[in-house]
C-alpha cells in the first residue's frame, strides 16, 4: 500500500480511511431484541402492530376517493371498520366496543398532559379530506379551492390550502403517536416505574401467566411501535426493514441521510441494552439507554423536517408544483410531530406554542414563501444541532420516482461522494480554481395478550 505524501491527496486518504473505519465499526452488530424467562419468549408488543396496521389501512383510505368520512373515522377512533380482518384478530370482540385504537393513543403520553388540540387538528385532518378533498377529487386545484394537481412527477390531491392531506395526517401522526408513545410514555418512569412495576421487576414477579414483568413489558411496547412490522423483530436491525407508513420507515430514510447517518444502529442498540438492564435490575442503566432513545428518535424528526422543506424548495425551482407540494405537506406533518420529540430531559425540542407558530406562518401552502421556509429550516437546524460540518450536506431531490401517495425524494448522494466532492473542491482552490461554489383504549396486547393498557 503507498501512502500519498501531498497534502491535500493525504487529508483525501486519511478521510477515506476514517470513513472505511465508521462504516466497519457501522456494520458490526449489536445484538438482536431476543429475551427469554424460563426457555419461553418474554417480549410481547402485539398491540402496537396491531395499531401500526391500522395506521397504514387508515392511510390507505385517505388515498382513495372510495373513502368516506364515517369509514376513516370508524378506523380512526372506534379501530374497527378494516378491510382487513387481520388486523384485529385476536379481538373477537373488538367491533362491540373493546380492541385497541388509533385515537386513545395519540398525543397522550403520561409525560404530559393529553394535547387535544394536536388530536382536534388531525381529526380535522380527517374530516376535510372527506367531506372537501373527495368531492373535488377531478377538479383541478386552485388557492381557495381543492382538487388535483399533476406534474411530469406525480398527480396528488389537496385541500384548499394545498395541503396535500394523506400526508400532513401520517407525518403528524409519526410524532403524535408513534413518537410520543415511546419518548413520553412507555420510556417515561410514570409509565416503567407505575403501580408498583419497579419492585415487582426487582423480585422478578411476572404478569399472571406471562413470561415477563410488566417493566419488561413497558418497554417492549415501546420497541413494537417502531419494530413492531418487522418480518422478524429479532433479527439485527441495526438497518430497519423500512416497513410500514410510520416511524420504522422514516427512521430507516432519516438513517441513510446526510444529517443523522447511522442513527438507526444507535437507536437499535439503545432499545437492546435498555431492555438488558431492565433484567438485571439496573434502573440507572436503564434510564441511561432511555435517554438515548429519546433524543435520537427526537432528532430524527428534525432531519426530516429540514429534509422535507429542502426537497420542497428544489421541486419548486425544478418545475414540478406537484412534487413540491406533496414535499411541503409531509415537511408540514413532521413539523406538527416536533412537539412530541423530547431531549432526554423531559422537554420537547420544540414547545407546542413553537410548533403552532410555524404552521401558522405555512397555513396556506399557495402563498408560502421560499425565505420563509428557509427560515423554518434554519431555526430547525439550529435548535438539532445540524450542519455543525456544512461541507458534508448535500441536498435532496423532490425527484422520488414512486407512484402516488409515496413520498418525496430522498437524499441519494453519499457521505462519502460528498466528502469527496469537498475534499475535490478544497484541491481545486488550492490550485487556484476560483470555483463557484420524513378515544380510549383497552388493551395493548395484541393477539393472544389480554393485558390490560399499561
Given at each position: 500500500?503507498?501512502?500519498?505524501?501531498?497534502?491535500?491527496?493525504?487529508?483525501?486518504?486519511?478521510?477515506?480511511?476514517?470513513?472505511?473505519?465508521?462504516?466497519?465499526?457501522?456494520?458490526?452488530?449489536?445484538?438482536?431484541?431476543?429475551?427469554?424467562?424460563?426457555?419461553?419468549?418474554s417480549?410481547?408488543?402485539?398491540?402496537?402492530?396491531?395499531?401500526?396496521?391500522?395506521?397504514?389501512?387508515?392511510?390507505?383510505?385517505?388515498?382513495?376517493?372510495?373513502?368516506?368520512?364515517?369509514?376513516?373515522?370508524?378506523?380512526?377512533?372506534?379501530?374497527?371498520?378494516?378491510?382487513?380482518?387481520?388486523?384485529?384478530?385476536?379481538?373477537?370482540?373488538?367491533?362491540?366496543?373493546?380492541?385497541?385504537n388509533?385515537?386513545?393513543?395519540?398525543?397522550?403520553?403520561?409525560?404530559?398532559?393529553?394535547?387535544?388540540?394536536?388530536?382536534?387538528?388531525?381529526?380535522?385532518?380527517?374530516?376535510d379530506?372527506?367531506?372537501?378533498?373527495?368531492?373535488?377529487?377531478?377538479?383541478?386545484?386552485?388557492?381557495?379551492?381543492?382538487?388535483?394537481?399533476?406534474?411530469?412527477?406525480?398527480?396528488?390531491?389537496?385541500?384548499?390550502?394545498?395541503?396535500?392531506?394523506?400526508?400532513?395526517?401520517?407525518?403528524?401522526?409519526?410524532?403524535?403517536?408513534?413518537?410520543?408513545?415511546?419518548?413520553?410514555?412507555?420510556?417515561?418512569?410514570?409509565?416503567?416505574?407505575?403501580?408498583?412495576k419497579?419492585?415487582?421487576?426487582?423480585?422478578g414477579?411476572?404478569?399472571?401467566?406471562?413470561?415477563?414483568?410488566?417493566?419488561?413489558?413497558?418497554?417492549?411496547?415501546?420497541?413494537?411501535?417502531?419494530?413492531?412490522?418487522?418480518?422478524?423483530?429479532?433479527?439485527?436491525?441495526?438497518?430497519?426493514?423500512?416497513?410500514?407508513?410510520?416511524?420504522?420507515?422514516?427512521?430507516?430514510?432519516?438513517?441513510?441521510?446526510?444529517?443523522?447517518?447511522?442513527?438507526?444502529?444507535?437507536?437499535?442498540?439503545?432499545?437492546?441494552?435498555?431492555?438488558q438492564?431492565?433484567?438485571?435490575?439496573?434502573?440507572?442503566?436503564?434510564?441511561?439507554q432511555?435517554?438515548?432513545?429519546?433524543?435520537?428518535?427526537?432528532?430524527?424528526?428534525?432531519?426530516?423536517?429540514?429534509?422535507?422543506l429542502?426537497?420542497?424548495?428544489?421541486?419548486?425551482k425544478?418545475?414540478?408544483?406537484?412534487?413540491?407540494?406533496?414535499?411541503?405537506?409531509?415537511?408540514?406533518?413532521?413539523?406538527?410531530?416536533?412537539?412530541?420529540?423530547?431531549?432526554?430531559?423531559?422537554?420537547?425540542?420544540?414547545?407546542?406554542?413553537?410548533?403552532?407558530?410555524?404552521?401558522?406562518?405555512?397555513?396556506?401552502?399557495?402563498?408560502?414563501?421560499?425565505?420563509?421556509?428557509?427560515?423554518?429550516?434554519?431555526?430547525?437546524?439550529?435548535?438539532?444541532?445540524?450542519?455543525?460540518?456544512?461541507?458534508?450536506?448535500?441536498?435532496?431531490?423532490?425527484?422520488?420516482?414512486?407512484?402516488?401517495?409515496?413520498?418525496?425524494?430522498?437524499?441519494?448522494?453519499?457521505?462519502?461522494?460528498?466528502?469527496?466532492?469537498?475534499?475535490?473542491?478544497?484541491?481545486?482552490?488550492?490550485?487556484?480554481?476560483?470555483?463557484?461554489?420524513?378515544?380510549?383504549?383497552?388493551?395493548?396486547?395484541?393477539?393472544?395478550d389480554?393485558?390490560p393498557?399499561?
Amino acid at each position: 500500500m503507498t501512502i500519498p505524501t501531498s497534502s491535500s491527496t493525504m487529508m483525501l486518504f486519511l478521510l477515506l480511511l476514517g470513513m472505511a473505519l465508521v462504516h466497519i465499526e457501522g456494520a458490526l452488530p449489536v445484538g438482536t431484541y431476543s429475551f427469554e424467562r424460563d426457555g419461553k419468549n418474554s417480549v410481547s408488543f402485539g398491540g402496537q402492530t396491531t395499531r401500526l396496521n391500522m395506521a397504514d389501512e387508515l392511510y390507505d383510505g385517505m388515498n382513495s376517493n372510495e373513502s368516506s368520512t364515517d369509514m376513516l373515522m370508524q378506523q380512526f377512533k372506534e379501530g374497527t371498520g378494516f378491510s382487513d380482518p387481520s388486523i384485529l384478530e385476536g379481538y373477537g370482540n373488538a367491533a362491540g366496543g373493546y380492541g385497541p385504537n388509533l385515537i386513545g393513543k395519540v398525543a397522550s403520553g403520561c409525560l404530559n398532559e393529553k394535547n387535544e388540540e394536536s388530536v382536534a387538528a388531525l381529526t380535522a385532518m380527517i374530516e376535510d379530506f372527506g367531506e372537501n378533498v373527495i368531492p373535488a377529487w377531478n377538479t383541478p386545484a386552485a388557492d381557495g379551492s381543492p382538487g388535483y394537481l399533476s406534474d411530469d412527477i406525480r398527480t396528488i390531491q389537496v385541500n384548499s390550502k394545498g395541503w396535500e392531506l394523506d400526508q400532513t395526517f401520517q407525518k403528524g401522526l409519526i410524532g403524535a403517536f408513534s413518537l410520543d408513545q415511546i419518548v413520553n410514555n412507555y420510556l417515561q418512569p410514570c409509565k416503567l416505574d407505575a403501580d408498583g412495576k419497579r419492585e415487582a421487576n426487582t423480585n422478578g414477579v411476572v404478569a399472571e401467566d406471562k413470561p415477563f414483568t410488566m417493566m419488561e413489558h413497558a418497554w417492549d411496547e415501546a420497541f413494537g411501535y417502531v419494530y413492531g412490522q418487522e418480518p422478524d423483530p429479532t433479527a439485527d436491525l441495526i438497518v430497519p426493514g423500512g416497513d410500514g407508513t410510520l416511524l420504522n420507515k422514516y427512521l430507516k430514510k432519516a438513517s441513510t441521510g446526510p444529517l443523522v447517518p447511522g442513527i438507526a444502529r444507535a437507536i437499535f442498540g439503545a432499545f437492546i441494552k435498555g431492555r438488558q438492564a431492565i433484567v438485571d435490575g439496573d434502573y440507572e442503566a436503564r434510564d441511561e439507554q432511555a435517554k438515548i432513545i429519546q433524543m435520537d428518535l427526537s432528532r430524527v424528526i428534525g432531519a426530516l423536517v429540514d429534509t422535507y422543506l429542502n426537497a420542497y424548495l428544489d421541486a419548486k425551482k425544478a418545475g414540478n408544483p406537484a412534487d413540491a407540494i406533496h414535499a411541503l405537506s409531509e415537511a408540514y406533518g413532521f413539523i406538527f410531530s416536533l412537539a412530541f420529540t423530547n431531549n432526554g430531559d423531559g422537554e420537547p425540542y420544540f414547545t407546542q406554542e413553537e410548533v403552532g407558530s410555524i404552521l401558522q406562518s405555512m397555513d396556506n401552502f399557495w402563498q408560502i414563501k421560499d425565505e420563509d421556509v428557509q427560515a423554518i429550516i434554519n431555526e430547525v437546524d439550529e435548535r438539532f444541532g445540524f450542519k455543525k460540518n456544512e461541507e458534508l450536506r448535500v441536498e435532496s431531490g423532490a425527484g422520488d420516482d414512486a407512484g402516488e401517495g409515496d413520498d418525496a425524494g430522498d437524499p441519494e448522494v453519499s457521505r462519502e461522494d460528498a466528502l469527496l466532492d469537498t475534499l475535490r473542491s478544497s484541491d481545486d482552490e488550492a490550485a487556484g480554481d476560483d470555483g463557484d461554489g420524513g378515544a380510549g383504549d383497552d388493551g395493548d396486547g395484541g393477539a393472544g395478550d389480554d393485558l390490560p393498557d399499561n
